[in-house]
Antibody, heavy 118, light 107 residues
Framework: QVQLVESGGGVVQPGGSLRLSCAAS????????MHWIRQAPGKGLEWVAF????????YYADSVKGRFIISRDNSKNTLFLQMNSLRAEDTAVYHC???????????WGQGTLVTVSS | DIQMTQSPSSLSASVGDRVTITCRAS??????LNWYQQTPGKAPKLLIY???NLQSGVPLRFSGSGSGTDFTLTISSLQPEDFATYYC?????????FGQGTKVEIK
């Protein structure tokens, strides 16, 4: 069965960096685009970034553009999110999700919590 | 960016009630509208994709309709496990955007 497992969250100071990982299994990772979607405590869902299956296209939300970098290692079935220049407003649970071609998200990871605080 | 507006933001209902949640897009998204259900501490669960297609395994009491800018999620007979927060999401264009959520609470 499809599994997505995030890791790498934690507490970081403002201005710091963190790298999230999402280990994928149960499907052909190289055939699917992947997303990062976040949810601040008590708030709604916010799409963060997308990477195409072949790494040729990446999109970012304006709120993270220039600070976050999405990447993937297809040999290891792993998705990454490098987060730099972190701000308090980046505090959230970060989920990875599989792209279903028509742009909806059928499979989600359980999420990893990132807390930006001094 | 396409803005998604849900109404109401919250509602109280009883088991067995028919519940309707609406979602409006700031511009046409044809049928590229998806619905999710989220319970506390869990990842969202896909209910409806491309406006009216029921995701496999989702109970038949859930249905979606609409096109263009106006969409509806209907729960025909609310069950105890349906008390949750519901989100719409457009997949017509990047950036993908979500509505602010509708919390369905027990009356």
């Amino acid at each position: 069965q499809v599994q997505l497992v995030e890791s790498g969250g934690g507490v970081v100071q403002p201005g710091g960096s963190l790298r999230l990982s999402c280990a994928a299994s149960g499907f052909t990772f190289t055939s699917y685009g992947m997303h990062w979607i976040r949810q601040a405590p008590g708030k709604g869902l916010e799409w963060v970034a997308f990477i195409r299956y072949d790494d040729t296209t990446k999109y970012y939300a304006d709120s993270v553009k220039g600070r976050f970098i999405i990447s993937r290692d297809n040999s290891k079935n792993t998705l990454f999110l490098q987060m730099n220049s972190l701000r308090a407003e980046d505090t959230a649970v970060y989920h990875c999700a599989r792209d279903e071609k028509l742009g909806y998200f059928n499979y989600w990871g359980q999420g990893t919590l990132v807390t930006v605080s001094s | 960016d396409i803005q998604m507006t849900q109404s109401p933001s919250s509602l109280s209902a009883s088991v067995g009630d028919r519940v309707t949640i609406t979602c409006r897009a700031s511009q046409t998204i044809t049928s590229y509208l998806n619905w999710y259900q989220q319970t506390p501490g869990k990842a969202p669960k896909l209910l409806i994709y491309v406006a009216s297609n029921l995701q496999s395994g989702v109970p038949l009491r859930f249905s979606g309709s609409g096109s263009g800018t106006d969409f509806t999620l209907t729960i025909s007979s609310l069950q105890p496990e349906d008390f949750a927060t519901y989100y719409c999401q457009q997949s017509y264009s990047t950036p993908w955007t979500f509505g602010q959520g509708t919390k369905v609470e027990i009356k």
